[in-house]
C-alpha cells in the first residue's frame, strides 16, 4: 500500500508550524533552536516525498545538505547559548538585547 503524497504533505506542515509556533512564543532560546530544527525536518519530509514522487535522488541530496546546516546550526548556536549563559545566567530571550539599537 502506498502513502499518498498528500499526506506527506500535511505531516510536513504540521511539523513546520510547530516549528514556527514554538519559535514565535516561546522565549526559552534552546527550545527556540530546537523549533528551527524542527522546521528544517519539515523541509526534509518534503524533499524526500517529491524526490520519491518524481523518482529523482536531487531531493534526498537537498537533504544531505539541509543535514550539514542544521548540525553547523547546532554547534553554532549552543556555542552562542553558552557564551550568553556565562554572560547573563540566564537562556531567556528577553534577557539579551546584545543586538538592538
Known amino acids: 500500500m502506498m502513502v499518498p503524497l498528500s499526506y506527506y504533505v500535511i505531516l510536513s506542515t504540521i511539523v513546520f508550524l510547530t516549528g514556527l509556533v514554538g ?16 522546521m ?21 541530496v537537498f537533504v544531505f545538505f539541509t543535514l550539514t546546516v542544521a548540525a553547523a546550526e547546532v554547534a553554532v548556536g549552543l556555542a552562542i547559548i553558552i557564551a550568553l549563559y556565562r554572560s ?12 538592538k539599537w
Open 88 to 99: 547573563k545566567s540566564s537562556i531567556n530571550v528577553d534577557d539579551f538585547q546584545l543586538l
Open 23 to 38: 519559535v514565535l512564543i516561546r522565549r526559552n532560546i534552546i527550545i527556540i533552536l530546537l523549533s528551527i530544527e524542527l
Open 40 to 60: 528544517l525536518n519539515a523541509t526534509n519530509i518534503n524533499f524526500v516525498a517529491f524526490s520519491h514522487y518524481f523518482q529523482t535522488l536531487s531531493g534526498q
